[in-house]
């Protein structure tokens, strides 16, 4: 089993293009979450799903957009990049009840 | 007021000693409650997981929650250098299926 995994590792975006964010589970979890985390700081939730056809805003969804039409992918879309999404971006999973959460290995996105 | 508050440090420990951490939470319907350590460049990984009050061991490491001061704390004992790494506080359940994190404290464990 691969768990999650993130899609591409890294990226350099020029400002104002757009560009998917993967995220696949084999782990069969309904719950899956996309996070930034910028340097030094702790994970701010973007968007999440509670599964397929569902999803929700977390704290900073301004920017991005998201999809979950199978229970295995979250994919996070960034439609006009600015230098303020320059940051480490997080997909995780868990268990109905919000058990432990699995990470995926992150991607680090520099927009210039 | 911030969802999960922690102290964002550094905690200066002496090697063998215990690290206490911190955190807060404002969500009184909260009910998953977790510790992650995270090395700079890597993903979070789970320390401790704790859904009701009281403590729980593990090893090392210790989880204490209490639901009515909406507070959770984790003890290391026994900490080495390898303890050196930022630990994140996360909350969940409660009124929404949210799992917020907090900012994180930095714990620096010297020889």
């Known amino acids: 089993n691969a768990g999650v995994t993130q899609t591409p590792k890294f990226r350099i975006l020029k400002i104002g293009q757009s560009m998917t964010l993967q995220c696949a589970q084999d782990m069969n979890h309904n719950y899956m979450y996309w996070y930034r985390q910028d340097p030094g700081m702790g994970l701010k939730l973007i968007y999440y799903s509670v599964g397929a056809g569902i999803t929700d805003k977390g704290e900073v969804p301004n920017g991005y957009n998201v999809s979950r039409s199978t229970t295995e992918d979250f994919p996070l879309r960034l439609e006009l990049a600015a230098p303020s999404q320059t940051s480490v971006y997080f997909c995780?999973?868990?268990?109905?009840?919000?058990?432990?959460?699995?990470f995926g290995q992150g991607t680090r996105l520099t927009v210039v | 007021q911030k969802e999960v508050e922690q102290n964002s440090g550094p905690l200066s420990v002496p090697e063998g000693a215990i690290a206490s951490l911190n955190c807060t939470y404002s969500d009184r319907g909260s009910q998953s409650f977790f510790w992650y350590r995270q090395y700079s460049g890597k993903s979070p990984e789970l320390i401790m997981s704790i859904y009701s009050n009281g403590d729980k061991e593990d090893g090392r490491f210790t989880a204490q929650l209490n639901k009515a001061s909406q507070y959770v704390s984790l003890l290391i004992r026994d900490s080495q250098p390898s303890d050196s790494a930022t630990y994140l506080c996360a909350v969940g359940g409660g009124n929404t299926d949210k799992l917020i994190f907090g900012t994180g404290t930095r714990l620096q464990v010297f020889p």
């Open positions: 995780a999973t868990c268990g109905q009840g919000i058990t432990e959460a699995f």
